[in-house]
């Protein structure tokens, strides 16, 4: 089992930044791919980006040049720097673990509002 603790977000303006943290409870954490979700109200949960061991970079094309994932495999810890934020991107912001179907993890969520 693979715990996953998400922090930093909170309530930003629109053009504003924020970095998400998310800290994970294994021995092995270079073998998953690391990833951030999100889900609006009354929508279903999208993937924002992900990050592989290697470092090789998956984004969704609505926060291409605007948000950067990064893993630092020494702290067993991955990053979302969010820039430019618009007020579409507020939404409950999950982390998730993946090395196949059976070893599937998610955290429990934070929020990221943006908003004048």
């Known amino acids: 089992q693979v715990q996953l603790v998400e922090s930093g977000g909170g309530l930003v303006q629109p053009g504003g930044s924020l970095r998400l943290s998310c800290a994970a409870s294994?021995?092995?954490?270079?073998?998953?791919?690391m990833g951030w979700y999100r889900q609006a109200p009354g929508k279903q949960r999208e993937l924002v980006a992900t990050i592989s061991s290697g470092g090789s970079t998956n984004y969704v094309d609505s926060v291409k040049g605007r948000f950067t994932i990064s893993r630092d495999n020494a702290k067993n810890t991955i990053f979302l720097q969010m820039n430019s934020l618009k007020p579409e991107d507020t939404a409950v912001y999950y982390c998730?673990?993946?090395?196949?179907?059976?070893?599937?993890?998610w955290g429990q969520g934070t929020q990221v509002t943006v908003s004048s």
């Open positions: 998730n673990a993946n090395a196949g179907w059976r070893l599937d993890y």
């Open positions: 294994t021995k092995v954490f270079s073998i998953y791919v």
